[in-house]
Nanobody
Framework: QVQLVESGGGLVHPGGSLRLTCAAS????????IVWFRQAPGKEREGVSC????????DYADFVKGRFTISRDSAKNAVYLQLNSLKPEDTAVYYC???????????????????RGQGTLVTISS
């Protein structure tokens, strides 16, 4: 059974950190581009970060550059998103999705996911 499961969300104060995990089962993540995206209540979905299956290159949305880091652990068949210097506007449900690569670079948006997880809630509040 193909499955993606996100974990690691929670409630943190502004300036705090979290590490989100996207764990895959039933397939190998290495063959896919992986995208972390988020959706806040009443807002559009927005791509946060992605990592390419071809060369491991990464991309970040401008609003998280320098604060978030995406990484892949092939041995654990998982992808992580390290969230640092969190802001209240980072509050959202964070999802991971996978798509077959169509170019050397991964895409933050306009994705055609082959699978996606159920999300993990990140809340930033004092």
């Amino acid at each position: 059974q193909v499955q993606l499961v996100e974990s690691g969300g929670g409630l943190v104060h502004p300036g705090g950190s979290l590490r989100l995990t996207c764990a895959a089962s039933g397939f190998t993540l290495d063959y896919y581009d992986i995208v972390w995206f988020r959706q806040a209540p009443g807002k559009e979905r927005e791509g946060v970060s992605c990592i390419s299956s071809t060369d491991g290159s990464t991309d970040y949305a401008d609003f998280v550059k320098g604060r978030f880091t995406i990484s892949r652990d092939s041995a654990k068949n998982a992808v992580y998103l390290q969230l640092n210097s969190l802001k209240p506007e980072d509050t959202a449900v964070y999802y991971c999705g996978v798509e077959r690569p169509e170019s050397l670079n991964c895409r933050l948006n306009d994705n055609r996911f082959d699978a996606r997880g159920q999300g993990t809630l990140v809340t930033i509040s004092s």
